[in-house]
């Protein structure tokens, strides 16, 4: 009789274990099944988000150049050249940049002429010198586009004028 009362205490050892291994063999289904349907589907990046991504995206448009009048500023008073005079083009890709250009070009101009006012004779004499001002120029435009604009970049300046006396 002894038998009887441990075969029902075996049992439900047994029918627990039955018990959890189907719950991990469920479970263990069900995760492939998720991550097999993920990966059959392309990693949850819908063709309707990737075409969101591409609307923000500025397109590039044919180049745009922008001319300023030209800059005439006294140099220093212990600077041998008493004036520089400056005509530059901008550059950018985007039509909303040129627009932007436009809109804010007494602020780009006034920001300009500061810069110019500042610049030594003997430094910018040489090509180096130029190309230096040249980063100036452009960094100084940037700045304006990206905190009065919508974002987007002009790629470069070019002196189409540039003389001293």
């Known amino acids: ?69 030209p800059f005439t500023v006294n140099l220093g008073p ?10 530059i083009n901008i550059l950018t890709y985007f039509s909303e940049v040129a627009k932007e250009l436009e809109t804010h070009k007494p602020l780009i101009r006034n920001n300009l002429t500061l810069l110019f006012a500042e610049q030594n004779s003997a430094d910018i004499r040489s090509p180096e010198g130029k190309q230096q001002l040249q980063m100036k120029v452009k960094d100084s435009i940037q700045q304006v586009i990206d905190k009065y604009g919508n974002g987007g970049e002009i790629d470069n300046i070019f002196f189409t004028n540039f003389v001293m006396q």
């Open 78 to 87: 212990e600077d041998p050249v008493g004036f520089l005079q400056v005509q």
């Open 1 to 69: 009789m002894a038998k009887k009362k441990e075969e029902p205490a075996e049992e439900a050892k047994g029918g627990n274990k039955k018990l959890i291994i189907i719950i991990v063999a469920v479970l263990l289904l069900i995760g492939i099944s998720v991550g097999v349907t993920i990966m059959l589907l392309g990693g949850g990046d819908s063709p309707a988000t990737a075409e969101v991504i591409e609307e923000v995206k500025p397109q590039k448009d044919d180049p745009t150049y922008i001319e300023l009048k």
